[in-house]
């Protein structure tokens, strides 16, 4: 079996605008809804056969550009919501000393899979959301399938297409800090289990925003 899957970044959010640490709730900007048009464009030409978006507004508002532009349905996932921050982070400005100091504290737990600052998703907890968003694009019968997600989230489901299932807490790391996602920045991975090698993703294609201009 082969499969290609094709993941979106949502448009640009309020929150992403002002700099701030998103609720699940925060929606799309004028210039966010532009790019998910831009992206829909795009989309028009893919072989998509189901959009599976993110349950958070952001993505849902994107995922429906793409819906009114392709006539593909929108099937709603949580396993594609961004990564869960600390509850203190939330609705705050991210250059904000305080809540800048909490984010290192933070990100370098990630790297070390060391102990949770409070209540933040960690390393151990994505890598095992990612598997089981996998094996979810894996059993769904649609060969093309676009996804509306986030970006540090992709960002860790991309390096755990790259590095495989037993990636280490610092090989993600390296490459979540290392990468940038522009908002409907398109990546794609693939699926082949007929490959003679134990694992069957491999990565294709990152951050491509080339609709934008």
């Known amino acids: 079996m082969k499969k290609k899957i094709y993941f979106v970044r949502h448009g640009e959010s309020v929150a992403n605008a002002a700099n701030m640490h998103a609720s699940d709730t925060s929606p799309l900007t004028e210039r966010g809804h532009a790019q998910a048009e831009f992206m829909a464009e795009r989309a028009m030409k893919l072989p998509i056969g189901v959009i599976i978006a993110s349950t958070m507004t952001r993505a849902q508002e994107t995922a429906k550009h793409i819906a009114d ?3 593909r349905v929108i099937m709603n996932s949580a396993l594609f919501v961004e990564g869960r921050n600390a509850s203190e982070l939330i609705g705050n400005s991210e250059l904000d000393p305080e809540m800048a100091r909490i984010q290192k504290i933070i990100d370098n737990n ?3 899979n060391g102990p949770r600052y409070s209540d ?3 390393f151990a907890e994505v890598t095992v959301r990612v598997a089981a968003a996998l094996k979810y694009l894996e059993d769904l019968p649609q060969e093309h399938i676009l996804v509306v997600t986030h970006g540090w989230f992709l960002k860790v ?6 590095f495989g299932k037993d990636i ?3 090989e993600c790391g390296v490459f979540v800090n290392g990468i940038h996602m522009e908002n409907t920045g398109l990546s794609i991975i ?4 007929e490959k003679d090698t134990a694992w069957p993703w491999y990565l294709s ?3 491509d925003h080339a609709h934008l201009g």
Do not use: I, M, Q, W
Request: aromatic share 12%; net charge negative.
């Open 69 to 71: 532009k392709t006539g």
């Open 110 to 112: 990630f790297y070390t």
């Open 120 to 122: 933040e998703e960690n």
């Open 157 to 162: 489901l991309l390096a755990c297409t790259l």
């Open 168 to 170: 280490l807490s610092r």
């Open 190 to 193: 693939g699926y082949d289990n």
């Open 205 to 207: 294609v990152v951050n």
